[in-house]
């Protein structure tokens, strides 16, 4: 159960992520400077611990999509979907452990007291 309501959360957020992309990608063609003003404000610590997040979701469901394809196509997965469903959360800490600690100091360093 908990797969399938991660695997719903994680799709409507990134939808949401998605559509906003699109909104302040579109302000380019509309006014440079009110696209650079948006982007400005995405550059401060709150928004990188949210790409974070973002990086967390999209792990997560991608690799949870792969578990469904094989549950679909396979019955061998059929029969071993708790055991697949803790390879997902496996190479989903792997990503974020890899990904997390390198991103992070990239936000925070660029924070620093004017270096």
């Excluded at 994680?10 to 063609?29: E, P």
């Amino acid at each position: 159960m908990w797969s399938w309501v991660l695997h719903r959360i994680t799709g409507i957020a990134i939808f949401f992520f998605l559509l906003v992309h699109v909104l302040d990608t579109a302000l380019i063609r509309l006014s440079p400077e009110a696209y650079d003003t948006v982007i400005g404000t995405y550059k401060n610590p709150i928004m990188g611990i949210g790409e974070l997040v973002l990086v967390a979701a999209i792990a997560y469901h991608a690799y949870n999509g792969l578990r469904i394809i094989a549950v679909d196509l396979w019955p061998w997965a059929t029969r071993h979907q708790r055991q697949l469903w803790w390879g997902v959360l496996g190479l989903w800490a792997v990503t974020l452990a890899g990904f997390a600690p390198r991103h992070l100091m990239n936000v925070f360093a660029s924070t620093g007291g004017g270096n």
